[in-house]
């Protein structure tokens, strides 16, 4: 069983995959306005970890906005952690 599973649904239909504790997974969703990046992925200690990014214009950027980066169990129980 993968370690990260994620689910995309666009006009071509459903499409899945999977990511490994070594490769994590990443889903970004853009527009012409703007893009959210969502990035789930195992740290040094082992615990599962979430980086939430937006930005603005019609690329993807991994040093734009960052909403979220810790523990995804620190952004479940609504710890710090949001910029």
Request: aromatic share 10%; net charge positive.
């Amino acid at each position: 069983m993968s370690e990260f599973y994620g689910a995309l649904e666009g006009s071509r239909g459903p499409t899945t995959r999977a990511g490994t504790k070594a490769s994590g997974i990443k889903a970004v969703a853009q527009s012409w306005e703007g893009s959210v990046a969502t990035y789930l992925y195992k740290n040094e200690a082992g615990e599962t970890c979430a980086r939430i990014t937006a930005g603005k214009g019609s690329t993807f950027n991994p040093f734009d906005r960052v909403i979220f980066s810790g523990t995804l169990a620190d952004l479940l129980a609504g710890k710090e952690g949001w910029s």
